[in-house]
C-alpha cells in the first residue's frame, strides 16, 4: 500500500487531533511560523514522497490567513513529491458570494477553487456548502457531506413532545426538508426581508407553529440575527419552545449576545469551526469522526455517498 499521511493547519487543530485518533494515526509534522512581517513559513517534517496526503484546514475566520495556509501547505507537500493531495476543508470560507447578486461584484467561491486547483490540491472533502452548485466551480472531486447525518440521533434524543421542522429563509427549504424527510416531520418556512448584509427582518411564517417544538436548520449562523428573530417570531406565534441546529458556528459580531438572549432554547452546531467562547445556550456535536471515515474511504476507493443513504 502507497499509505497515506495527516496533516494540519493552525486553523483548529484539536479538531484534525480528533481526525487523526479515529484513524489509528498521529498527525504529520509540518512547522507552520510567521516572518515578522506576517508572511507564512511553512516546512514538511517528514517524508511524503509517494504518499496520498490530506490537508485538514477550515478557511474560517481569520480566513485570508487560513486559506494561505492551505495553500502554502500543498504547495509545500506538492514539491515534496506527494502522489496526492486531498483538502479536507470542514468549512468552506467565501462560499457566500457564489454568483452575480449585484452589478461590479466578485464570485470569490470560484476564485478560491481556482487558487486551490492551481496550487495542487487533487480532491476537496468539505460540509454543507453554502450552495451546492460550488462543486461546479471545480475540475477536481468534490465531496459535499451533509450535516444533517450528526444531528439526528440529537434530535431524536430530546423526545420533542410536538416537533416541526423550519427553514430560516426560502434558500434553505431543501436542508429542512431533507431533515423533515429523515425525521418524517412537517416542516415550515420564515419569510424575511433582508435589507443588507449581516441585517434581517423576519416578516411572517408559511405554516402553523402553534404548541409546537420548533428544530431550525441552517448551514451557518452569522451575526444569528436571522435565527434569534425568527425564534421570537415563532413563539409569538404560539411555539413552546425553539431549537436551532447550524453546521458552521460562524458566531461572529454580536452573535454570541443575541444567542445568551434566551430567545433560542438551544442553539446545536458541530466543531466545523472551533467556538470563539462558550455558552450555556450552545451544545457541539463532534464531525470528527465522520471525516475520519471520508478520509478512510477516499484512500481505500470505497464509496463516500454509502455512508448518507
Not at 458566531?251 to 466545523?272: F, K, M, Q
Request: net charge neutral.
Amino acid at each position: 500500500m502507497r499509505g497515506y499521511k495527516i496533516f494540519s493547519g493552525t486553523a483548529n487543530v484539536e479538531f484534525s487531533k480528533m481526525v487523526a485518533k479515529y484513524l489509528g494515526i498521529p498527525l504529520s509534522e509540518a512547522s507552520i511560523k510567521r516572518f515578522s512581517d506576517g508572511e507564512i513559513s511553512v516546512q514538511i517534517g517528514e517524508s511524503v514522497r509517494g504518499k496520498d496526503v490530506f490537508i485538514i484546514q477550515p478557511t474560517c475566520a481569520p480566513a485570508n490567513i487560513n486559506l494561505m495556509e492551505l495553500l502554502i501547505l500543498t504547495d509545500a507537500l506538492k514539491r515534496s513529491s506527494a502522489s496526492s493531495i486531498t483538502a479536507v476543508v470542514p468549512y468552506f470560507g467565501y462560499a457566500r458570494q457564489d454568483r452575480k447578486a449585484a452589478p461590479r461584484v466578485p464570485i470569490t467561491a470560484k476564485l478560491v477553487a481556482n487558487m486551490m486547483q492551481t496550487a495542487g490540491i487533487d480532491r476537496v472533502v468539505t460540509m454543507d456548502l453554502h450552495a451546492g452548485q460550488i462543486q461546479g466551480f471545480f475540475d477536481i472531486p468534490v465531496d459535499n457531506l451533509y450535516g444533517t447525518i450528526v444531528f439526528l440521533d440529537y434530535v431524536k434524543s430530546k423526545n420533542l413532545k410536538n416537533p416541526i421542522v423550519a427553514s430560516p429563509d426560502v434558500g434553505g427549504v431543501a436542508r429542512a426538508r431533507s431533515l423533515a424527510k429523515s425525521l418524517n416531520l412537517d416542516m415550515v418556512i420564515v419569510d424575511k426581508r433582508r435589507e443588507k448584509a449581516n441585517e434581517s427582518e423576519v416578516m411572517n411564517i408559511i405554516g402553523d407553529v402553534n404548541g409546537k417544538d420548533v428544530i431550525l436548520i441552517d448551514d451557518m449562523i452569522d451575526t444569528a440575527g436571522t435565527i434569534v428573530k425568527a425564534a421570537e417570531v415563532f413563539k409569538k406565534n404560539g411555539a413552546t419552545s425553539v431549537m436551532a441546529f447550524c453546521t458552521h458556528p460562524v458566531l461572529s459580531g454580536p452573535a454570541y449576545e443575541r444567542i445568551n438572549s434566551g430567545a433560542l432554547d438551544e442553539l446545536v452546531t458541530t466543531d466545523t469551526i472551533p467556538l470563539k467562547e462558550q455558552s450555556p445556550y450552545i451544545k457541539v456535536l463532534s464531525t470528527a469522526p465522520l471525516f475520519g471515515e471520508v478520509i478512510r474511504r477516499v484512500y481505500h476507493d470505497e464509496s463516500v455517498n454509502s455512508l448518507f443513504s
